[in-house]
């Protein structure tokens, strides 16, 4: 290896180059073809050489000294390091018993998280390869930012939820050119946009934005935060929670002045009977009315009234954030978007209809041609038992309990060993102090982890994993047009390992080696998957470089981004329903379902319906914790990668809680202040910013400190989900209901 390189490489918030020096990350840089690049690589070196890396194999002393496995030290016990082949003997031991004596129905493979952009080195499809190669796992479904919405919107738009928002949403272009009215439930966040799946390398939301003002669009943000949107947006601060309630009154606008489309309903959707009756409150006495939803949702009737006209009147986008169904009840407003977009009668009309998750993350609404491959094969799971995937805590505390779950009846599994690689519970799930009592169940967890995570500390076993600098990979992301060689920058730090070869060396030990390795190393496999993907491009008509090209070039833009590769989103089911049926089982767009009125819960009559959230500013529990907690994504980082060195940072933590001048007040809060943030389910601290950009009675706390309860129990660093419900979203998904928490905050003593 040189002692000094600078390469280009690839990472989920975009591409950046990248420099070492004898063996260390010294700094990083924007890549030129990004238009907005973000900052949140300038955390790298320090990261990557912190103090926290799991340095070597480490083994919690409990449990190897076998004390009864005493699992409530997990958190509190020392860690003793060992050899690697003794480390890897002890875990494939433990595996194996377990399969033996519980079967693999026993074991949980978590490992939900964005654990790598590299095609190769992504843990999650190494973890699941592994765990089928022995017998299979139980496994989950959906993930903690869309979960509610994968299992609502097959039943309303017959298709998977992944393959609605890339293939069948408008592109920027559509909308910057046809497009008149923008209306965003949520907002649409470019800083949110900094990241996507795989990779993003031009960060052009915040840009797009600009041209939708020059093109004079109107833009309305429905949010509880101004900044949910760029500048220059009209802002409706609506009260978390409620934003069903206003599409109900927007609907009786369409509804009781004969604006809606009745052709396109008739021809394209199927159940709007039920619904109107629904909506005029036939059915439950209540009209949906503006002066009705104002009172709940907090934006006045008039306001109401006035939009449901303008959107009636132009060519109206409907879009709604990934954050409206991570809350109780969240499916509700993704079916009540589609039902609001459905009677104004222009899906599939260019830049009309809905559309979700744009500004969620980056590479929405790009223009360009879908390519397959580069996917490292996990093999089939023998083991079909799963739980959704915000269910962990229920599960592990709670074996053997029934639950619903779209439609189903099913038990929570018995599990014996939990095997995580590729992220951390301890900052995706709710009620953490729930899900800590959660992790005391298990016989075994098992977690490989590049640092000393919240995670990591809680498990018995944990194996020191690289990080994609360590190593070498292929980026490549979907909505994005550039293709990457990822070199290796620097040995690995301390002993850790990829986690091929940790698996490899697992698979040895257990008899399957050749099952798993296929004979192949890290580098035999990158060279088989792109050879793959090599050819499934050139069968689609696009020529990409050869493996040996694209590594001497270290990256290429493919010729597949433009204007030319953007469709209007449901055009040919629009212009003829009986010829292109959707997916659903009336082909057609369901406003009513069926199937979910099958279900028989009383709370779902199979319509989108208004039903308040436990927590919310109406509820009861707002007398005691007068503030609704917002929970978004941190704009320095990835969920919580590389905080270690953002913590590091002066003036860093505990995390900022932004908070309106007029709740502060009454508090007797200043900015910069130490404040407690406090409900039933436990305690953080944070620092107060005074911002007239959220809603009086709303406080904003980012998600992504890692998990830190000190002795009084008080998590030092502003980690929200120690404060937030673990509550399925409702028995049709089962997902996240981060955004349904009610919270009171008061100053800290000094």
């Known amino acids: 290896m040189v002692e000094e390189q600078t390469k280009v490489t690839s990472s989920h918030w975009g591409a950046f180059r990248i420099t070492a020096s004898n063996g260390r990350i010294v700094s990083t840089a924007p890549f030129e073809h990004d238009l907005a690049p973000s900052e949140i690589a300038s955390a790298i070196p320090a990261a990557i050489h912190h103090r926290s890396r799991v340095a070597r194999p480490s083994i919690r002393k409990g449990w190897l000294e076998n004390e009864d496995r005493v699992k409530e030290r997990r958190g509190s016990d020392e860690f003793i390091e060992l050899p690697w082949d003794e480390a890897l003997d002890i875990a494939a031991k433990e595996l194996k018993c377990v399969r033996e004596n519980y079967g693999n129905g026993a074991i949980f493979g978590g490992s939900y998280g964005w654990s790598s952009a590299g095609r190769f080195h992504h843990a999650q499809s190494q973890v699941h390869r592994f765990l089928n190669t022995i017998g299979g796992y139980v496994s989950s479904f959906g993930s903690y930012s869309t979960a509610a919405a994968q299992a609502i919107m097959p039943h309303v738009f017959g298709t998977n939820f992944l393959k609605f928002i890339w293939e069948h949403q408008n592109s920027w272009p559509m909308i910057a050119e046809h497009t008149q009215t923008l209306v965003m439930f949520g907002g649409i966040n470019p800083k949110n946009s900094q990241v996507s799946m795989g990779g993003v390398t031009r960060h052009e939301t ?47 606008v369409l509804e009781t002045e004969s604006l809606l489309d009745r052709d396109f309903l008739d021809r394209c959707t199927t159940g709007y009977e039920h619904f109107r009756r629904y909506l005029l409150g036939d059915t439950d006495g209540q009209p949906k009315t503006p002066v009705w939803a104002s009172a709940l949702c907090g934006i006045d ?82 083991v079909k038992d799963f739980i959704p995937v915000a269910r962990i805590a229920d599960m592990l505390l709670s074996p053997g309990t029934s639950y619903d779950f779209n439609g189903e009846s099913r038990h929570y599994p018995d599990i014996k060993l939990v095997y995580w690689c590729g992220g951390n519970p301890f900052h995706h799930h709710q009620d953490l102090n729930r899900l800590q009592k959660a992790f005391n169940q298990p016989d075994t967890i098992i977690v490989h982890e590049p640092w000393w995570t919240a995670t990591a500390q809680r498990a018995d076993i944990v194996f020191p994993a690289t990080t994609p600098y360590e190593r070498e990979d292929i980026g490549r992301a979907q909505g994005d047009a550039y293709l990457f060689h990822m070199p290796q920058m620097i040995p690995p730090v301390e002993e850790s390992r990829n986690d091929y070869d940790i698996f490899s060396g697992l698979a040895q030990r257990l008899g399957v080696s050749g099952v798993f390795t296929e004979s192949r190393d890290s580098a035999q496999w990158q060279h088989y998957m792109y050879e793959a993907f090599e050819r499934e491009a050139r069968e689609s008509g696009v020529d990409v470089p050869s493996f040996e090209e694209l590594k001497q070039s270290n990256w290429v833009e493919l010729p597949i981004a433009g204007p030319e590769y953007s469709a209007t989103p449901f055009a040919d089911f629009r212009s003829d329903p009986q010829r292109f049926p959707l997916g659903t089982p009336s082909g057609r767009i369901e406003i009513y379902s069926s199937t979910i009125a099958g279900f028989n819960y009383p709370e779902d009559p199979g319509h989108s319906v208004w039903r308040p959230p436990v927590e919310w500013l109406g509820s009861d529990h707002a007398g005691q914790f007068p503030l609704h907690l917002v929970s978004p994504q941190p704009g320095d980082k990835l969920h919580s990668q590389l905080e270690c060195a953002i913590a590091d940072r002066p003036g860093e933590r505990p995390a900022p809680l932004s908070i309106n001048p007029v709740d502060a007040a009454c508090r007797r809060i200043d900015t910069g202040a130490l404040v407690r943030v406090f409900n039933n389910r436990g305690a953080c601290l944070a620092r107060a910013v005074l911002t007239e950009s959220v809603r009086e009675g709303v406080v904003v706390l980012p998600t992504g400190a890692w998990f830190s309860p000190g002795s009084d129990t008080i998590d030092s660093q502003g980690n929200p989900n120690v404060l937030t419900r673990d509550r399925g979203t409702s028995r049709i998904g089962q997902g996240s209901s981060a955004h349904s928490t009610l919270v009171e905050v008061i100053p800290f003593p000094k």
């Open 206 to 252: 915040a840009s797009r934005f600009d041209e939708f003002k020059q093109r004079g669009i109107r833009c309305v943000n429905i949010s509880p935060q101004q900044t949910d949107a760029p500048d220059g947006a009209e802002w409706l601060p609506i009260i978390p929670g409620t934003d069903t309630a206003m599409m109900l009154a927007l609907a009786w």
């Open 301 to 382: 009737s008039q306001t109401i009234e006035v939009l449901a006209r303008h959107m009636a009147a132009h060519r109206t986008l409907i879009t709604v954030a990934w954050s409206l169904q991570r809350a109780e009840n969240g499916e509700q407003p993704y079916w009540m978007a589609a039902t609001l977009a459905a009677m104004l009668g222009q899906i599939g009309l260019p830049g009309g209809g809905i559309g979700y998750g744009y500004g969620a993350i980056g590479g929405l609404g790009v223009s360009v041609k879908r390519l397959g491959g580069l996917t490292f094969p996990q093999g089939e799971n023998p």
